[in-house]
């Protein structure tokens, strides 16, 4: 059994207290009760876990049109069986959504977006990339860092068994997708699809704004602007992005999306520091599922990790 919405519950605190810019508010003048932070805290969990479940009906959907436009055989029997964790994994986040947090939040603008344009393009490998490489590639990096810092078990128990999933899920899709773009397509075609890539890890990189948490709590006490900047900056903010492109930037690579041509312009937004980190192929089940702990609790965080801070602005918001 898991926990209920329960505030008063530390010993299964779904989020570490870094998540939330507490200091930042109270500079406005805000003040919350321990209950009230909890309060809080949870409500970013429900956001947070709502965009999982959407992002996993987006992977339902588009996985179920990939398998049926395909060409060959193999992959239509592998894409059956993600089909069915698709599913899955839409209907575990939905019921713990459901039951134990009793919230849910509207799919991201930028989530959205992505998903419609997968669902309308004609094209099988843009389809496939586009959930393959960047939506399961970005999710398993957002579940590695929740299923590392949560203390919640029954949470912390369903993202293991989700992170397995996701990783055989990319791990299928390098290997699919390599021969396909470095042997099969012009270098026109390729482009298109590397300047792609590159323009959705842009638009996923700041898409965990949580604006609805903000209105429901913060509004016309709080600049919006503020509160984006401390999302952005948030140590466990931070970390977060920094494990998604930990998982997706090498899978880039790896696949053949990533010429000295784009790659420039990953170095303006401060990403190839993951550049030659551990594609799919080399990703153990250890390296998905460490716990390392509840997060950054400290005004201090690793140097790369503020790095990376400062690369994220609300102004590039999609």
Not at 224 to 251: A, G, Y
Request: with cysteine.
């Amino acid at each position: 059994m898991g926990t209920r919405r329960h505030p008063d519950n530390p010993d299964a605190q779904i989020l570490p207290r870094s998540f939330v810019p507490f200091k930042e508010i109270e500079g406005f003048g805000v003040r919350l009760t321990a209950l009230e932070e909890r309060n809080l805290t949870w409500d970013i969990a429900a956001w947070l876990l709502s965009q999982f479940m959407h992002g996993e009906q987006g992977a339902l959907f588009a996985s179920a049109q990939v398998t049926e436009c395909v060409h060959w055989t193999d992959a239509k029997l592998y894409g059956a069986t993600q089909v069915m964790d698709e599913g899955r994994h839409l209907e575990v986040f939905l019921r713990y959504l459901d039951t134990k947090l009793e919230k849910i939040y509207t799919v991201n603008d930028n989530l959205f977006v992505l998903i419609d344009e997968l669902m309308t393009d004609g094209r099988w490998d843009f389809k496939f990339l586009g959930m393959q490489i960047m939506i399961e590639g970005l999710a398993l990096g957002a579940f590695t860092t929740i299923f590392q810092q949560t203390r919640e078990p029954l949470l912390k128990q369903l993202l293991k068994m989700v992170i397995q999933d996701e990783a055989r899920h990319v791990h299928y899709g390098v290997l699919a997708l390599r021969d396909h773009i470095t042997q099969n397509i012009s270098e026109k075609e390729r482009r298109e699809r590397e300047d792609w890539v590159y323009e959705v890890a842009l638009l996923m990189r700041n898409r965990f704004l949580m604006h609805e948490v903000y209105e429901e709590w913060f509004s016309h006490k709080v600049p919006l602007k503020v509160w984006d900047q401390q999302m952005l900056d948030s140590p466990s903010m931070v970390k977060f992005r920094s494990i998604m492109f930990e998982r997706l930037i090498p899978n880039l690579e790896y696949i053949g999306l990533m010429s000295d041509r784009i790659k420039t312009h990953y170095e303006k937004s401060g990403l190839t520091r993951y550049l030659g980190g551990k594609n799919a192929t080399q990703l153990t089940e250890d390296d998905l599922t460490v716990d390392a702990g509840t997060g950054y609790d400290s005004d201090e965080m690793p140097a790369e990790l503020q790095e990376l801070a400062a690369g994220a602005s609300p102004s590039r918001v999609g």
